[in-house]
């Protein structure tokens, strides 16, 4: 006598023992930011440290790798310091800033034991430095990151994540940031002296949800 589960269908006829996994990952994530620091002509400017939030949402796809968009954000406070020369054009001030990645890539996982696996991430996307002051305007970057880390599995559906990520946001040579910074309101004369990156990393942990079959 043949089983019933044998006969079991999906909708559209497809047998349920054949039918392709497809598991979403969720992981909502929390940790601590690197802000970096960035040369201008005109002074630097220093993002603080401070803790990070963020999630990420994974589809797998068939070579073994998921395609991933992942978002992480900080809140924190930017110090800019002027050179000599610009000390009166450009006067030293404290800030308030918001820090926002949204990227997209690829996510290689491997194999470490039976319920923990490693992973390496390459991803793109686009950073979003949101200023909290009225007279300071805000700037959208295009940005790498590169990252890795381990997921350590408690059972089929949930683990727990720990990585590691490096942003580098592009700024062109000569490119206007920050527009109003000094005294002139909304100038935008203060510019990087050659095409630059102000390195950003964080360190996280969080939790991961596997949903689908």
Not at 101 to 109: E, I, P
Not at 182 to 202: H, K, L, M, R
Request: hydrophobic share 40%; proline share 4%.
């Amino acid at each position: 006598m043949l089983s019933v589960a044998s006969f079991a269908q999906v909708p559209g006829g497809q047998n349920l023992k054949t039918r392709p996994s497809l598991r979403l990952e969720i992981s909502p994530m929390a940790g601590y930011f690197f802000g970096g620091s960035v040369k201008f002509y005109e002074g630097k400017l220093k993002i603080k440290d401070n803790a990070s939030f963020g999630v990420s949402v994974g589809l797998p796809l068939s070579n073994g790798t998921l395609l991933e968009f992942s978002y992480t954000g900080i809140s924190s406070t930017a110090e800019w310091r002027p050179s000599y020369a610009y000390e009166s054009k450009y006067p030293e001030r404290n800030f308030g800033i918001n820090v926002n990645y949204f990227n997209l890539g690829g996510v290689r996982r491997v194999p470490l034991a039976e319920n923990i696996e490693g992973f390496g991430a390459l991803r793109a996307g686009a950073v979003y430095f949101n200023s909290t002051a009225d007279d300071v305007g805000d700037v959208w970057r295009f940005e790498v990151s590169l990252g890795g880390g381990i997921k350590v599995f408690l059972s089929d559906k949930i683990g727990l994540r720990f990585q590691g990520n490096m942003h580098l946001p592009l700024i062109l040579s000569g490119a206007g940031l920050f527009c109003g910074i000094g005294t002139g309101g909304s100038n935008c004369s203060v510019g990087v002296s050659s095409t630059s990156s102000i390195i950003q990393g964080d360190l996280s942990a969080g939790l991961v949800f596997r949903l689908g079959y």
